[in-house]
């Protein structure tokens, strides 16, 4: 919320990474949590992906044992290995969303207190230009955006990074023929996404500023209602608003259904891939080429 003098210096363009990059300043006191979270986010990750390892291990040692008595002691080594590998992964997973969410929160916080200052230093200008119902759904609505980026979406997407780097360098260890199909398919999968992905971010853009402008009517008509009082203009000041609302909900039925068709792409797409890998990998048992560990662990 820049007044007319403010500093024409270029910007990251809308949507990308850089544009996250105004908020160093208030991750910056913070140094020491975010290292921890990120520590909490990457060890969660290394024990998700040890946990195919160790089905692994149960299905070529626990299942294979000839004598009765040694399948079992096998067995029961093996369901606490991977009760241990859970349990890690759950107290990791706990950190990780506890110092995250506090990040998020705490950086929430500071923001809002920020753009609040910034707004009561500026000129009387601003205020006759800009209206108040917009301002507070800026203050309020913008920076609960920010709160899911820092506290949720941000920590999802580093952690599915570490688990898709360490998921295709264990594929490559255990099948490279695999790992390459999987490449091919992947960039099928991800091309359309990332159109869809833009498509639906720039509607959820459009909502926000549609509900923005309804609060702003709001707030204009409640500030002067003894004046819309006084010329009876209460019907259409509601009519004003129901077509704003209006607008807003036609904007986002629009992004629900962009976000719909993502939704089912996604989902049609990775199971395809998976049951394609599928059955690739019992081929590969079948000649031998890799052991039904081998693909439980793929899988």
Not at 8 to 27: D, E, I, M, N
Not at 43 to 66: E, H, K, Q, W, Y
Not at 252 to 276: E, G
């Amino acid at each position: 919320m820049a007044t007319s003098s403010s500093s024409t210096a270029p910007t990251a363009p809308k949507g990308s990474p850089r544009s996250l990059s105004g908020l160093q300043p208030f991750l910056r006191p913070y140094r020491g949590r975010i290292v921890l979270a990120l520590f909490f986010l990457v060890m969660a990750a290394i024990a998700t992906l040890v946990f195919p390892l160790a089905l692994r291990s149960l299905i070529d040692g626990g299942l294979t044992a000839t004598d009765k008595g040694e399948q079992l002691m096998a067995l029961r080594s093996h369901f606490f290995e991977l009760f241990a590998v859970a349990a890690a992964l759950g107290l990791l997973s706990a950190g990780r969303f506890y110092m995250v969410s506090w990040l998020g929160e705490r950086v929430t916080a500071d923001l809002r207190n920020a753009v609040y200052a910034h707004v009561l230093r500026q000129s009387p200008e601003f205020f006759e230009t800009t209206q108040t119902g917009e301002v507070l759904s800026r203050l309020t609505g913008d920076t609960t955006l920010v709160q899911t980026v820092v506290g949720s979406s941000l920590s999802m997407g580093l952690r599915n990074a570490v688990m898709g780097v360490g998921a295709l360098g264990m594929l490559v260890v255990t099948n490279p023929y695999l790992m390459v199909q999987v490449l091919g398919v992947l960039v099928l999968i991800v091309a359309p996404s990332v159109w869809f992905g833009r498509r639906v971010r720039k509607l959820s853009r459009a909502s926000q500023d549609r509900v923005a402008d309804s609060s702003a009517i709001a707030a204009e008509v409640l500030n002067a209602i003894p004046v819309v009082q006084s010329y009876t203009a209460e019907a259409r000041e509601a009519a004003r608003f129901d077509r704003s609302t209006a607008d807003a909900f036609n904007t986002a039925v629009r992004r629900t259904k962009a976000r719909s068709v993502l939704v089912a792409f996604i989902i049609i797409a990775t199971s395809a891939a998976l049951l394609w890998g599928l059955y690739q990998g019992t081929q590969a048992v079948m000649r031998g080429d890799i052991t039904a560990g081998h693909l439980g662990q793929t899988v």
